[in-house]
């Protein structure tokens, strides 16, 4: 074997970065796994304070929860653009993934701050706590997404976002659709399967 | 721009050697020199956490004692336990990791050679950041020896959020510190992974690969699952303590119990990311020095993993006295049993291994010797907990502390010493000198045993954990005596170890395979050059240089040119950029410099990832 | 293992088309109009919960399969998705039951 063929030989086949990538979205199960965990388990011990049923807002995160599946939609457009080497839709796609993003972030923005002003801060009480940290790290993630995706929007512009970088995109395209996985799961635990509070014990 | 002291060497002659120099090795993305590294800082350490054991030892050595208050008391266990765990044991797996599993799958480097080299720095980074507490009291106003973390190594709230309770900055520092690990741990976890399953050379099957390589990877496995678990719990803690949160505050509906849920869901895997790999090691020196191949290699590959999975399911028998319910610890009591299970099947295949073996007693062997009759005693004291009711009476006492220093010490730490023996000819060239290793071999084998055995007495004669003193009234003079006198004798042991280490550096050279043994790391030079394999050896066989045509022909001087790739700072910036993150952090009673501070950190941290992404890098 | 030397860019067969794409998209939307309207029908709400997770768990399903590509892709990546999504369904799981939200 010739030392250039050692070099990129791998025992599957499979590219060692996508490998590393999957495996980092295994961890992330877990982090957000323990978050929505605790959140369950806190769910109605808030001992005063505004608590799920008085400030949640359906319809508002129902609106900003099509957003996000809206962009993962753009986003596995974007990575076949790139894969066929159409420069100008890749920039188009990914370029409204971004854009959805910031909207949903956009979105958390506003709901943060009306929370605040409805009376639900961050150590007000349980929810407020664990309703917080959850969302914010998943709004985090969020953050971390759009620079990554509005990087790979300068490489294309630079003209360095050919079909041979797909997987950078495709790799772009994975943590943003675990991120968007991760929503659909907030959304239905936190958002509409609100639990009646559990009788004083 | 990546640095290097080497040009890039396709136009260079046909066989790189290593660079030399300080900035050489500020910027190595070699796993050799990156497992070089992680060793020598592990065995730093090690002394640190003996040292801190010694002064327990002292104060406890009689009762009434006076040698230090309780508040200082409470700093030593709690950094002892933190040190031996995260900054010495973990470590010294890692350093194991780095320099021997690439060489076992037949592969020139790691799958990310420079996120290897951050898990070194980042972990650098929590290990000072940690210690640092010892002489930071001044800056917190506060005396020296005052603000290291008190609250144990697992930290309980809401002793550990309390600010009333942990008014300094003790508990930050072991917050941030044990998040800027985790970082090191996790990255580490995604490389070794994408590792062994990516860059096993051709024919290496899974089912080829070295005991060694295997329990690694479901160490792995095991670290990239519970890490983010203990990452939550300490986010939590950390944002009641900055901000005024409630997870762990009852008064407001919070559990304190929950803490104790999140801590060992990651700490029972913990234990076993200990374990794991000191199993390996083991594997491969019985085989070794018994002439013989493993016994059920197959069976000992899928207890391993068995351990793992199952690892998972008995962290609630660390809570036994918590008031969980009788369901609740009927369940965990039952998987607690189970699990003894692929443990002692483990054991039986070692054992096996050597029956009928020519045995070879180098030091080597007897400390994996000793390994097995060692864990088997704390394996059968912490079967003994799994029963709730007896637990009941063993929790909190020198009891438990007896069962887990036989398997963390009689355990982890003998089976890594046995690695130690084992693979320094490889990694140096020339042999410990064996006379100074049986001698560092007894002294710690008698000290450890003598250390521990009687805890067993003392802890179901009723001595607490955790407690910096005891009164004369009790009857535990002698036994906490003879405890201390064991301790030192391991501290002389260690100090044995490390004379063994220099002195023996002039000893004679070795070849490829002075064991005679059957990986693949003995087919190449000791030490391996710097590209490791002149050409990708095809493998055929489970132990390659055991069997005819086991591994195709590896020449001593590469056919044509090699590339080696050089080195790179930004693996280093960006482990800079962490922990000023952290100090930042530590200042947060002081809200704007704190903020600003972090801030700073952030942003080196992105400056270095963006350069670090896009500078040329070939592996 | 199957040995390989070089990198492959993907596998499968049935690579998905835009359509697919979109048509996954329409099927997202639909189950998610479906779940906000099930939390505003009372007479939904006893099953409440089941019904949502089983939706909810459908949309990631199909998240995960066509826009991350893992039923076309290596069975090597669902093994490394798979394990930790289920401890870490467990987890959730088990501290549930320990917190007494089910009640045994």
Redesign the interface.
């Given at each position: 074997m010739s030392h250039a063929a050692a070099a990129h030989y791998t025992s599957t086949g499979l590219d060692s970065r996508k490998i590393a990538f999957w495996t980092f979205i295994g961890s992330e199960c877990l982090l957000f796994g323990s978050l929505i965990a605790t959140y369950l388990v806190y769910e109605g011990r808030s001992v005063s304070g505004p608590t799920t049923h008085e400030i949640l807002n359906i319809p508002l995160t129902s609106v900003s929860t099509f957003d996000l599946l809206m962009s993962s939609l753009m986003m596995v457009l974007a990575l076949a653009a790139v894969q066929r080497g159409d420069r100008l839709w890749a920039r188009i796609w990914l370029t409204l993934t971004a854009l959805m993003g910031t909207v949903f972030l956009g979105f958390q923005a506003f709901e943060f701050t009306h929370f605040v002003h409805e009376g639900l801060g961050f150590t007000t009480n349980l929810f407020g706590s664990t309703f917080f940290t959850l969302t914010g790290f998943h709004g985090g993630h969020v953050f971390v997404g759009v620079v990554w995706l509005v990087t790979l929007l300068v490489r294309s512009f630079q003209g360095k976002l050919g079909p041979e970088k797909a997987l950078n995109v495709e790799i772009a395209g994975l943590y943003w659709h675990f991120v968007d996985v991760v929503w659909i799961v907030i959304f239905t635990v936190v958002y509409l399967i609100q639990t009646t509070p559990l009788p004083a014990s | 721009m990546s640095q290097a002291t080497a040009t890039p060497l396709h136009n260079a002659p046909a066989v790189p050697i290593a660079p030399t120099g300080l900035w050489s090795w500020i910027t190595t993305t070699d796993h050799k020199r990156i497992g070089l590294l992680y060793g020598f800082t592990a065995i730093f350490f090690f002394l640190v956490g003996g040292l801190e054991a010694l002064f327990m030892r002292l104060q406890l050595g009689a009762p009434g004692n006076s040698v230090v208050s309780a508040e200082t008391y409470n700093q030593l266990f709690t950094m002892h336990g933190t040190t031996m765990i995260f900054l010495a044991v973990m470590p010294l797996s890692s350093a194991f990791f780095n320099y021997i599993i690439p060489l076992q799958i037949g592969a020139r480097d790691v799958a990310f050679p420079r996120l290897n080299a951050f898990s070194y720095w980042v972990f650098l980074a929590g290990g000072l950041l940690l210690n640092a507490s010892f002489v930071a009291g001044p800056l917190f106003g506060a005396d020296r020896l005052s603000v290291a973390p008190n609250g144990g190594w697992f930290g309980y709230a809401n002793l550990t959020s309390s600010l009333q309770y942990s008014p300094g900055p003790n508990i930050d520092f072991w917050v941030l510190g044990l998040q800027i690990l985790g970082i090191a741990s996790l990255a580490a976890g995604f490389n070794f992974i994408t590792t062994i399953l990516n860059l096993r050379a051709p024919g290496m099957k899974l089912m080829r690969m070295p005991v060694f390589t295997w329990m690694s990877l479901v160490t792995q496995f095991l670290v990239v699952t519970a890490f983010p678990v203990i990452t939550v719990g300490l986010v939590f803690l950390m944002l009641d303590r900055i901000f005024g949160t409630t997870f762990y505050d009852v008064s407001s509906g919070g559990d304190v119990i929950l803490w104790q849920h999140l801590f060992w869901l990651f700490g029972h895997p913990e234990v076993y990311i200990i374990i794991l790999p000191a199993m390996g090691v083991v594997s491969e020196v019985l085989p070794t020095f018994s002439r013989k191949p493993l016994f059920g290699y197959a069976i000992v590959v899928y207890s391993g993993v068995l351990i793992g999975v199952m690892g998972w399911g008995v962290w609630a028998h660390h809570m036994f006295s918590t008031g969980l319910g009788p369901v609740a610890d009927t369940v965990f009591s039952a998987t607690t049993m189970l699990i003894a299970v692929p443990t002692g099947v483990k054991i039986f295949n070692w054992i096996a291994t050597m029956w009928g073996g020519r045995i070879h007693l180098t030091t080597s062997m007897w400390f994996a010797v000793a390994f097995i009759s060692s864990f088997i005693i704390g394996g059968l004291s912490g079967v003994m907990h799994s029963s709730p009711p007896a637990d009941l009476q063993q929790t909190d006492t020198y009891f438990v502390v007896a069962h887990f220093h036989y398997v963390l010490v009689g355990g982890a730490v003998q089976g890594l010493f046995a690695g130690i023996y084992y693979w320094w000819p490889k990694i140096f060239g020339h042999r410990l000198k064996e006379g100074v290793g049986k001698l560092h071999f007894w002294l710690m084998f008698v000290g450890m045993n003598l250390t521990f055995f009687p805890m067993h007495f003392s802890g179901l004669l009723g001595m607490p954990r955790r407690i910096y003193t005891y009164g004369p009234e009790l009857g535990l003079d002698t036994l906490n005596l003879m405890s201390t006198a064991g301790a030192f004798l391991t501290g002389l042991a260690l100090l044995v170890f490390v004379y063994n280490a220099w002195a023996s550096r002039h000893e004679p050279k070795v070849g490829k395979n002075p064991w005679a043994a059957a990986t693949l790391e003995w087919a190449i030079s000791s030490p391996p050059p710097v590209y490791n394999f002149s050409v990708l050896p095809t493998v055929t066989s489970r132990l390659p240089l055991w069997t005819e045509h086991g591994v195709s022909e590896i020449p001593d001087t590469p056919p044509g040119p090699m590339h080696v790739p050089g080195g790179s700072h930004w693996p280093l910036m960006t482990a800079l950029g962490v922990l000023v993150m952290a100090v930042g952090a530590l200042q947060h009673h002081h809200f704007v410099p704190s903020l600003v501070t972090v801030l700073a950190g952030l942003g080196v941290v992105v400056v270095s990832v963006y350069r670090w992404a896009f500078e040329p890098f070939e592996v | 293992?199957?040995?390989?030397?070089?990198?492959?860019?993907h596998q499968g067969s049935a690579h998905p088309t835009?359509a697919t794409?979109?048509a996954?998209?329409a099927v997202?939307?639909i189950i998610?109009i479906v779940?906000?309207g099930?939390?505003?029908v009372p007479a939904f709400h006893g099953v409440?919960?089941p019904v949502?997770?089983t939706?909810?768990a459908l949309?990631?399903t199909l998240?995960?399969m066509f826009?991350?590509?893992l039923k076309f892709d290596?069975p090597?990546?669902r093994t490394?998705?798979t394990?930790?999504?289920l401890?870490?369904?467990?987890?959730?799981i088990a501290?549930?039951?320990?917190?007494?939200?089910f009640r045994?």
């Open positions: - | - | 293992m199957a040995e390989h030397s070089e990198p492959q860019e835009a794409y979109v996954i998209f997202l939307l998610t779940e906000v099930v939390f505003y409440l919960a949502l997770l939706l909810s949309k990631f998240v995960v826009y991350m590509h290596h090597l990546f490394i998705f394990l930790p999504l401890i870490a369904a467990a987890v959730i501290l549930l039951f320990l917190y007494g939200v045994l």
